[in-house]
Nanobody, 116 residues
Framework: QVQVMESGGGSVQPGGSLMASCTLSRHFLTYYIIRWYRQAPGKERELVAMITSGGTTSYTDSVKGRFTCSTDSAKNTVYLTMNNLKPDDTATYYC??????????WGQGTQVTVSE
């Protein structure tokens, strides 16, 4: 059974940095899309960032210039680097690895808390 190991959350002060990662227990296929979502208490899940196998990235406006998606196919790992974190970034972050209809996987979520 394919598994996703997600890690990298934590608690930081405003302005701090964290890097979330998701490692897949199988190799990536040639074409894939990685999406990062977050969900804060009482709010709907929000798509915050994505990266394609071709290297195209996109970010929601609230994280542009602060968050960066990257991948390391050799390690079957994807990363979300989060800089200049703000209290509004507090949420559980989830990765979604989409390699086609039969190959879609979710991370278990990692908590990011930003507070004084």
């Amino acid at each position: 059974q394919v598994q996703v190991m997600e890690s990298g959350g934590g608690s930081v002060q405003p302005g701090g940095s964290l890097m979330a990662s998701c490692t897949l227990s199988r190799h990536f296929l040639t074409y894939y899309i990685i999406r990062w979502y977050r969900q804060a208490p009482g709010k709907e899940r929000e798509l915050v960032a994505m990266i394609t196998s071709g290297g195209t990235t996109s970010y929601t406006d609230s994280v542009k210039g602060r968050f960066t998606c990257s991948t390391d196919s050799a390690k079957n790992t994807v990363y979300l680097t989060m800089n200049n974190l703000k209290p509004d970034d507090t949420a559980t972050y989830y990765c979604n690895i989409d390699m086609g209809p039969d190959y879609r996987y979710w991370g278990q979520g990692t908590q990011v808390t930003v507070s004084e």
